[in-house]
C-alpha cells in the first residue's frame, strides 16, 4: 500500500470476487427488490429473537458470498466483520460455526466500509482470500437503542428507519471483479449531537470530513466518479452533507451523490422517514444493488463512503454526544 | 505476510517501539505495581461515569505509549481499539479529540492480541506507524455485564475481577523494539457455557485451540518459548487449560505458561475469585511488565495468547452460549 495523507491506495488493486446482499419483507418492497440475492418474508428468520434473526440473516449472506466467489469457507484467511448489537453478537453468532478466523469489528453503520478497507488491506499485505461483511436487524436495533417495539413509540421525521438485511463481499488478490483501487480509514468527528432520533446530523460532518480528504489526497473531483454512495446518512442527513460540502469547501456533490438509505426504500410510499439506516442498509445495497450495476458497466468508478454513529445506548443515556465516522472504498470496474 | 495454516509469519518482522500500561488503585496494590506507568488511585479518573472513566484511562495510556515511542499522533497511520462495553465506547471516547484514522476492533479480552495482530499485519503492508490499544473498568463493566455495584451482589469462586486499567502499543516498521515475529487469528469457538461468572471456561477451549494450531503451523513445542502468556483465563480456566492440552494434544504447557489475570493480584489477598479479567488485563499488564522484562532481556521469546468471550449481555439473558476466542502473537527480542 502507498500512504498519501489519509488515503490508501494500491499498485495491484485487490478484487471483489463475489458478493451478497439480502434482506426483510419490508426492503424488499422497496425499489431495490430486483437486485437483492434473498428477499426473507419471514424476518425473524425462524429463530427465537431478533437478535438470531440478524445472525442467521448475516450468514446466509456470507455463504452466498462466498457460493458467488466460488470460495470455500476453508480457502477464507480471514473474516471482517461487526454490527450494531452489543458486543457485536450479531457477527459473532452468524460467523461462529464456520471456522474462518475471525476479525471482530466494531464501526457502527460505517462497518461495511470498515470491513471493505481493512480487508483489502491485508489482502495487499499478502493473504489470498478474506471475506467482509455486516448486518442489521429493525427490530433488534430498536430494542438496542431507542424502546422495545411492543412500546408503540412514535419516530420524529428525522428518525431513521434500521434495514433489516446483510451483505458480504468477498475479496481476492486477483482474478476477475471489481477493484478496490484505494480506501480511506477515517478519523472521528464529534460536534456535540446527542439526539439518538437524528443519526444523519451526527454522522454528516464525519462523511463531509472524508469525501473532502479523499478529493484531496487523490486530487479528485466530483464529476471524477460516477457515483458517490453513502451508507445511511437519510434526507437530513444528506443535506446537511451537501450544505457542509459547500460551505466548507465550495464544492457542489449533489449530481453525483445517492444514499443507501434513500435508495433502499420509496420514502413517499413506506412511511421510513428519513430513510433507511443500519449496518445492513449499505451492507445488503452495496454488496447487491450497486455491485450488479458495476458489473454490468452501469457504474464503473464509485467512491463508497460508509458512515457510522458511535452511539452506545449507555453513552447515551449519561447524556453523551454520538461521535460520527466515515470510512471510505473507491471501487472500479 | 506468509500464511501457513492459521499462522502468519513476517520476513521483516514489526516492531514494537514503545508501550504503555496503567491501572486503578487495586491493581496498583498488586504484585505488578512497579511496573504500571501510571497508577490512577482515584479510579474515576475526576469523570462523571465510569464509562467515561475506562476512556480516560485508555486516553492516558495511548499518550505515554505514543511517548514512549517517541511519535506524535500525527505519525500514527491507524489507532486499533476495543473494549468490553456496548459499542465499543470506551475507545471511542478516549481516540475522538486524537485525529487519528480509527479502526474500531470488537474481540472482548482478546483485544490487545487482535489489535496487536491485526495492527502487525498492517505495518508488513506498508503502514509505517500503527497504534493497538484497549481498557477495562472494574465498575463499567460489572454495570455492563452483571449488576451495578450499588446492588451488592454476591461472586462465586470462579467468578474473575475486572482489571481497571489499559495498554497500549505502538508498532513500527523499522528501528529497534521487540519484534513481532508471528501472529495467529483464532476462530470462535462455541462450547455451550452459558454462566457469565465462568469466563474461564468460555474461553480455555478457544486458547487450546489457538496455542495448539500455532504449534503445529510453527513446528513449535512448548519448551521453546520462555512464557506461554494468556489473557485473563483466571485459575478455573488455566486449570481447564492445562487439562484439555493434555487431553487432546499430549501437552503439558504448565512450566512455561503464566495468565495475566493472575498475575496482576494476589490471589491470596486481594478478594479476587478466581483472578483479573477484561480486556485492561492482559493490555496493561503486557504493555508494561511484559514488555519491560523483554526490554531487559528477561523473556526473550513469549507467545502472547490473548482469550475473549464474546459475550453479550442481551444474549446472555437470552439464554444463549458465550462462545470463545483467541489470537495469539509471538513476540520476540
Known amino acids: 500500500m502507498k500512504i498519501n495523507g489519509k488515503t490508501v491506495s494500491f499498485d495491484n488493486p485487490p478484487v471483489i470476487a463475489g458478493s451478497a446482499g439480502v434482506c426483510g419483507k419490508k426492503e424488499g418492497e422497496g425499489p431495490l427488490a430486483q437486485d437483492f440475492d434473498a428477499i426473507f418474508e419471514d424476518t425473524t428468520m425462524g429463530q427465537q429473537s431478533y437478535e438470531l434473526a440478524e445472525s442467521a440473516m448475516l450468514h446466509d449472506a456470507i455463504i452466498r458470498a462466498l457460493t458467488n466467489a466460488q470460495v470455500s469457507p476453508s480457502d477464507v484467511n480471514f473474516i471482517l466483520s461487526g454490527d450494531l448489537l452489543d458486543q457485536c453478537m450479531g457477527s459473532a453468532f452468524a460467523i461462529k460455526d464456520l471456522e474462518i478466523p475471525s476479525i471482530?469489528?466494531?464501526g457502527a453503520c460505517s462497518t461495511m466500509a470498515l470491513s471493505l478497507s481493512v480487508g483489502a488491506m491485508l489482502i495487499d499485505g499478502g493473504a489470498s482470500c478474506v471475506a467482509a461483511g455486516t448486518s442489521s436487524h429493525f427490530?433488534?436495533?430498536e430494542r438496542q437503542f431507542r424502546f422495545p417495539l411492543e412500546y408503540g413509540g412514535q419516530r420524529p421525521p428525522s428518525a431513521q428507519w434500521t434495514v433489516t438485511g446483510a451483505g458480504c463481499a468477498v475479496i481476492k488478490s486477483k482474478g476477475n471483479g471489481i477493484k478496490i483501487k484505494a480506501v480511506s480509514i477515517g478519523t472521528i468527528c464529534d460536534l456535540g449531537i446527542t439526539d439518538a432520533?437524528?443519526?444523519g446530523a451526527a454522522?454528516?460532518?464525519?462523511a463531509e470530513k472524508t469525501i473532502y480528504e479523499f478529493f484531496?489526497?487523490?486530487k479528485s473531483?466530483?464529476?471524477d466518479y460516477d457515483l458517490i454512495l453513502t451508507g445511511d446518512l437519510g434526507l437530513t442527513g444528506s443535506d446537511l452533507l451537501y450544505s457542509l460540502m459547500e460551505e466548507e469547501h465550495g464544492v457542489d456533490i449533489r449530481n453525483v451523490h445517492n444514499d443507501c438509505g434513500l435508495m433502499i426504500y420509496d420514502l413517499k410510499k413506506q412511511d421510513v422517514n428519513s430513510g433507511g439506516s443500519g449496518c445492513g442498509c449499505s451492507g445488503s445495497v452495496l454488496c447487491s444493488h450497486i455491485l450488479k450495476r458495476m458489473r454490468k458497466k452501469e457504474l464503473k468508478k464509485v467512491l463508497f463512503v460508509a458512515t457510522g454513529a458511535l452511539m452506545s445506548p449507555t453513552s447515551n443515556k449519561q447524556g453523551n454526544p454520538i461521535p460520527g465516522i466515515a470510512h471510505a472504498v473507491l471501487l472500479e470496474v
Open 139 to 141: 427490530c433488534s436495533s
Open 104 to 106: 471482530g469489528l466494531y
Open 221 to 223: 473531483k466530483p464529476s
Open 197 to 199: 432520533n437524528n443519526m
Open 203 to 206: 454522522m454528516a460532518p464525519a
Open 216 to 218: 484531496r489526497d487523490t
